[in-house]
């Protein structure tokens, strides 16, 4: 509930989480033992992520169906609706009128920058190593709504890829999450911090498959974080070898070789068993310890010295072109 530019609810019982956390279990119990009541609703995509499905209930859209769910289960009032990675995009009317103005959304970033998806990938790309959990209220815009409350960290060094940050994330979130709706279960009230709309930036969606493509015109330093972005618990970042369409996984920046020359990038110059030594266009090699086919497996040792690394300017063009979207079924055509 807003009032006077704070929010409160007054007598909090309930908890409605809206999309899909591998921290839901965990939030789930920090609820039971402030004894507030929790339901999950997620899209039918995303319901594939859950281990367990017992109570959770999937909606296609906002549609009659959800709204009754709504109306008929639940004193909204009495009730936070939170928003993780959801699906759906929620009207103003939506917002004031069924969630009575008790929705909120958690960020992974230091919003207004980075506004939008994909934010660990998009992290790792742009070297980001501030970790930033943030909650804030939601209003018909994305990721635009007034901030409750954030904690910032170093993410530690030990972070390269993409599970290594989400685990981080999802232990920080916990923590997180649990200050949160301890406060508002003790009825505290929290200020409304309005973003700023003259600075900021928006992240599209990414998507292994489309995004994934390495370009090995880009420098060194890029070139190993692009791979790492795409590197575990995703497929890997795409490429060709020898005719053949591979993933590219475990990508290390290295200066301990010879200089190369731009026409040289993307050619294993050596094989070390474990790893291979390829060129770039500048100073720098990279190490490379997984080369994965289509049939997922790890061909590394049928890679020599002398083979080249190397991306059609189509499959370039394509990753620049297309837009990312999902919706509650999945990716969008």
Known sequence: MLNYQKFLIKDLKNVVFLGYSKSFSEMKKINSN???????????????????????????????????????????????FVSIG?????????????????????????LPYDQGGGDISWKILRND????????????????????????????????????????YNAKQIIFYKKFIT??????????KHQVN???????????????????????IHLSRFINAFDEPYQGASTFI????????????????????????????????NWLVVSTTDQNMILIEKVINEKNKNIMTDLKPGDRFYTPSKNIDYTFSKTIKYNSLGLKD
Not at 202 to 215: A, E, H, M, V
């Open 242 to 273: 020898n005719g053949k369409k591979i993933r590219i996984k475990g990508a290390t920046l290295h200066g301990g070789d010879t200089s190369n020359h731009p026409f040289m990038t993307g050619i294993i110059s050596r094989h070390d068993k």
């Open 183 to 192: 406060k508002l279960k003790n009825g505290d009230s929290l200020s409304l």
């Open 129 to 168: 190593r501030i970790d930033n959990q943030l909650v804030h209220l939601m209003d018909s815009g994305i990721d635009t709504g007034p901030i409750l409350m954030n904690e910032s960290s170093l993410i530690p060094h030990e972070c390269k890829i993409p599970i290594d940050f989400k685990n981080y």
């Open 198 to 220: 003259y600075i900021g930036r928006y992240n599209p969606r990414l998507n292994t498959d489309i995004s994934g493509w390495i370009n090995w015109n880009t420098s060194s």
């Open 86 to 110: 959801c699906r759906w995009i929620f009207s103003k009317k939506i917002i004031n009128t069924l969630f009575n103005n008790n929705l909120v959304n958690f960020h992974g970033t230091r």
């Open 34 to 80: 402030l004894n507030i009541k929790t339901y999950i609703i997620t899209s039918p995509d995303q319901k594939k992520s859950f281990i367990s499905t017992d109570g959770v209930h999937v909606f296609k859209k906002i549609d009659k169906k959800f709204n009754d769910f709504i109306k008929q289960k639940i004193n909204v009032k009495e009730t936070l």
